[in-house]
């Protein structure tokens, strides 16, 4: 028996060792992000935002006129809110013309709109029950999801659920995401790689990678799933936390990361502090969609750099820069300046679509590839 | 005890009624004057719009005063979509020819007219045979329930 059991221990050995990816070869998996959109909760008749929707640029700009300037300077309301020169003119309302955008502390807006209500949707970022300050947070409010998970932390949300322009669907978010999808850039993969178990596994790394590869699409525009992306050389993307899978939900630890920006006529990179992934991968939806949330604490400068260069949409948008800046440093909700105490970052969840993909890492050299 | 629990569940039965009928209602409110009309108007009439939603059959409600205008009324209308300083079409007589202040009356109204009025896309404005354009006008805003911090 004994004799056995030591020629069976051999032969797998043997087997092991001829064939050492068989036993522990772990999988990777991709996934490719083109949607995303601010988590919110929206009810139909704006229960959330008691105060109204938020009040926009122009409607500020032209009550600041004289009755005689808003007949001659709109030609009798006939020059309509979009219309140039209308609509680059009512920008300049600081006291000298001054762009209030890039100067928002020069004029003094009524407050921004913001959510009242109590239900949001996100992840507990701070760690705490009740939104208190701590070393890594300033004191704020804290949500409950419609789902009744506790404790969320969304102050983007707070700041942006009551401005037309970015409620769901509308003209902020959706804009870009079709910019996104028509153009290529902006896009961002999920590169998951230690995988023992789709459904369960206790230790996997994440990389959060960007590419320059053209989105593969059928005839009809649709985004082809399980198509290959080369990893971007672009050094300062490619953040990678520890995870684990749950349940078929790939979860990730904390980590700080740089996500690409394409949208509305800006470039750049959206900087995250403490980012974290909660991504269903047990099921797609139509077109293999994968559902899941990606949120984290978005440096303020960055976020307002972005916000301060689509000063050309506050009329599609309908909001004021000076009222967004004093609401958002107000609401700034994540790492505070030790100097000044001020948090420097805003607490954001953002529901993802992500389609399965084959993920080139960057050592891997294609026949296709750029030299 | 017993007497307090059963108060307690009545005072919550009967509660539930009213925090619904709360949600599902909504108050616009607007200033009228001269001085919001798109179009330059020298007139020292002043107005004041206030209306009620009742979401749950989008029945619109309104009282509308007025005084100090140049002569008799000759329309008055909510009109949209538009923004302040901008004009829309109008959508909803508030009162005939010749009415006098204070107008009161109801209507239902659409899903989408409901939206606009959500947005902050819709005003009132008042005409007269001097300002055929309008005399006085306001821009309608939502009027936060009573307890809800400006």
């Known amino acids: 028996m004994n004799r056995l059991v030591l020629f069976s221990l051999g032969f797998v050995t043997l087997a092991v ?4 990816a068989s036993a522990a070869e772990k999988k990777s998996l991709g996934f490719i992000v083109v949607d995303y959109n601010l988590s919110t909760y929206e009810t139909k008749y704006y229960e959330e935002c008691p105060e109204g929707l938020a009040i926009g640029n122009d409607e500020l700009w032209w009550r600041g006129l004289s009755p005689k300037d808003r007949d001659k300077l709109t030609n009798g309301g006939l020059i309509e809110p979009v219309d140039p020169p209308r609509r680059p003119t009512a920008a300049l309302r600081g006291p000298n013309k001054e762009d209030v955008c890039w100067n928002p502390e020069i004029v003094k807006d009524p407050p921004l709109r913001i959510v009242k209500g109590k239900t949001g ?16 947070s300033c004191k704020h409010e804290k949500f409950t999801s419609p789902d009744g998970k506790t404790k969320v932390d969304n102050q983007m949300y707070r ?3 009551c401005i037309y322009g970015w409620r769901r669907g509308n003209y902020m978010e959706a804009h870009p995401n079709r910019e996104r999808r028509d153009s290529s850039q902006g896009i961002f993969l999920l590169h998951v790689t230690d995988v023992d178990d789709e459904r369960n596994d206790p230790d996997v790394t994440v990389a959060f990678e960007s590419t320059t590869d053209l989105l593969r699409k059928d005839p009809t525009g649709r985004i082809l799933p399980w198509a290959s992306y080369r990893v971007s050389d672009t050094p300062h993307y490619g ?6 899978i749950v349940d ?7 980590v700080d990361a740089r996500l690409p920006l394409y949208g509305n006529n800006v470039i750049g990179d959206m900087i995250y502090k403490g980012l974290r992934l909660d991504l269903d991968i047990s099921k797609a939806g139509d077109g293999e969609v994968y559902e899941g949330m990606l949120a984290g604490y978005r440096d303020w400068d960055n976020w307002w750099d972005y916000i301060r260069k689509i000063e050309f949409l506050t009329v599609t948008g309908q909001w004021s820069c000076p009222a967004i800046y ?16 001020e948090c420097t970052a805003i607490s954001e969840a953002m529901d993802i679509q992500a389609l399965p993909a084959f993920v080139i890492p960057r050592a891997v050299k294609t026949a296709g590839a750029a030299p | 005890m017993v007497r307090l629990f059963l108060r307690t569940v009545l005072l919550f039965i009967t509660a539930l009624p009213s925090l619904a009928a709360a949600q599902g209602q909504r108050d616009f409110h607007a200033v009228m004057a001269a001085e919001w009309e798109t179009k330059y108007t020298e007139s020292p009439g002043v107005g004041t719009a206030d209306f009620h939603l009742d979401l749950s059959n989008l029945k619109f409600t309104w009282t509308i005063t007025f005084k100090d205008l140049s002569g008799p009324l000759e329309t008055l209308a909510v009109y949209g979509p538009a923004q302040p300083g901008a004009n829309g079409a109008k959508f909803l007589e508030l009162a005939t020819k010749g009415a006098t202040s204070p107008v009161r009356g109801s209507a239902a109204i659409t899903e989408a007219q409901v939206q606009y009025l959500l947005y902050g896309w819709t005003y009132v404005n008042l005409t007269t045979g001097k300002f055929p354009w309008g005399e006085i006008r306001g821009q309608l805003d939502v009027r936060p329930p009573e307890g809800t911090s400006k």
């Open chain 1, 17 to 20: 060792l001829a064939h050492p």
């Open chain 1, 121 to 136: 949707r996100g992840m507990n970022l701070d760690g705490t029950e009740d939104g208190d300050a701590t070393a890594q």
């Open chain 1, 159 to 161: 700041i942006l659920g």
């Open chain 1, 239 to 244: 953040a990678t936390a520890k995870g684990k």
């Open chain 1, 248 to 254: 078929g939900h790939l979860i990730t630890e904390p």
């Open chain 1, 326 to 341: 004093v609401a958002s440093r107000e609401l700034a909700d994540g790492y505070p300046d030790p100097k000044t105490g």
